[in-house]
């Protein structure tokens, strides 16, 4: 009896301790998934950075100084025509990963003569990127984005398409701050077959208000805007942010929900 007693009560001691550690573990994986959820999007995003400057590196090719001389050339020859074509570039989807239009659009400020001058650099730039957004929408529309799915990038469409899906067109303007973001909203406005209209009225408002913010904040900074938010301590920084960012986000619509443990 004794023995029977001994068995029972560890028995029940084990029971105890493993509910204890299932109730402890699950609200810190919960935790931990819903980081991973978070961070997938922006170390995606950080991946083809590294992959770009390993590329660049390894094929040895011109540093940004050669290429600010090379760019400025073609300012010289070529005009508004160079930065209508730098910002469409760099606004469509997964082509802009790949073309180094933010330094066009840095550099069409930067190197502007007069505020009027910027002025009207800001106003082409918006003209190019919102052109290369609504290429997007339609890409998006007309299941032409399919083409690039193989290239993986389809968890981003799926994630931009259900941030769309929750936020409405507020979406638009929390992630027309980058292009990058951007081309996957507007390709995904296309997918789930937005009102063209509506859409485009609020891409068109949103990229004019990013980037009068941005056009104002080079201009001010001049050159040293070059070396301050185009370096990877500021990289770093923003991923960082962007991740903490979406993951406050995250659980604060899944309390809402209840789908987590408060």
Known sequence: RENIFHTKKRFVFAMALSNHCLCYTY????KLKT?????QFPLFMLFVLLTLYA????????????MVETIKGYFEQYGYITIFIGSFLEALLLIGWYFPGSLIIFLSVILAPSPAVAAISVAVVTLGLYSG????FFIGKYGWYRLLLALGIRKQLAEAQRKLSKYGVRAIFMSYWNPGLASFISTAGGILQYAPRRFLLHSFIAVTV????WGTVVYSLG?????????WPFILFTIIVWIITRYV???VSLKEHGDIPQ
Not at 35 to 39: H, M, P, R, T
Not at 210 to 213: E, K
């Open 223 to 231: 050159e040293k805007s070059l070396s301050t938010f185009m370096t």
């Open 55 to 66: 590329t660049w590196t390894l094929l040895d090719l011109p540093p940004r100084e050669e």
């Open 27 to 30: 609200p810190h994986m919960t």
């Open 210 to 213: 990013w980037d009068m913010f």
């Open 249 to 251: 986000e995250t659980r």
């Open 35 to 39: 980081f991973w959820d978070a961070a």
């Open 133 to 136: 957004y609504v290429t997007n």
